[in-house]
């Protein structure tokens, strides 16, 4: 089939291509309109020494404690990502989680060791109250662990971690973006949609 034919059943069937066009760009505008608004959280961490080293070797207890520092960091990191840590949070915010399967609760919060002694964390909450209480619930486990952690090492890892106050912003959908994406994809099943019924004739 050459490419006039091809534009001729599409002009032929401009009306049916069009409707189909418009009905994708208005549930593309219903669902970005109904579409509940969110929250975007971020809370930066500081892993910072709970006490010097008290030695004559003074000099070297900056690079000890930044080894050690580096070490929590990286605990902290996968600490945040596991599903225990994210069921604790929760259960300390009084919130039901509602996930569905353990991939659920591994992806709620995204932990990023920025440097050796800073981990940012980002999440979703539904309003901007859960996204403070969530903060500081974070913030509050973590250093219940490393207190365990200090005293299991005898007081040679003793760490504070310090939560800022959380970046919240709201999140809603794009209505134009989404809308122009409707009209992409119905213009394309309209076409489809052309084509299929006349194969299938």
């Not at 690079?63 to 069921?87: C, M, N, R």
Request: aromatic share 12%.
């Amino acid at each position: 089939m050459e490419l006039k034919q091809y534009l001729k059943i599409i002009k032929e069937n401009a009306k049916l291509i069009l409707i189909i066009t418009l009905l994708t760009v208005l549930f593309s505008f219903v669902f970005s309109a109904i579409k509940p608004t969110k929250y975007d959280a971020s809370l930066s961490l500081l892993i910072s020494p709970n006490k010097t080293q008290e030695t004559d070797d003074f000099k070297y207890n900056g690079y000890y404690a930044l080894q050690a520092g580096e070490i929590i960091a990286d605990s902290t990191e996968q600490w945040i990502k596991s599903p225990e840590f994210v069921s604790a949070v929760y259960q300390k915010v009084q919130l039901d989680p509602n996930f569905r399967n353990i991939k659920g609760y591994a992806k709620k919060f995204k932990a990023d060791k920025m440097s050796s002694q800073y981990v940012e964390v980002k999440f979703e909450t539904d309003t901007k109250e859960e996204a403070e209480k969530i903060s500081q619930a974070i913030t509050k486990i973590l250093n219940n662990k490393t207190e365990i952690l200090a005293e299991n090492s005898q007081e040679e890892l003793s760490f504070v971690i310090v939560g800022s106050q959380p970046i919240i912003l709201e999140s809603r959908p794009n209505i134009v973006f989404n809308m122009i994406i409707g009209l992409i994809a119905g213009l394309f099943l309209g076409i489809f949609t052309v084509f299929g019924r006349r194969y299938f004739r």
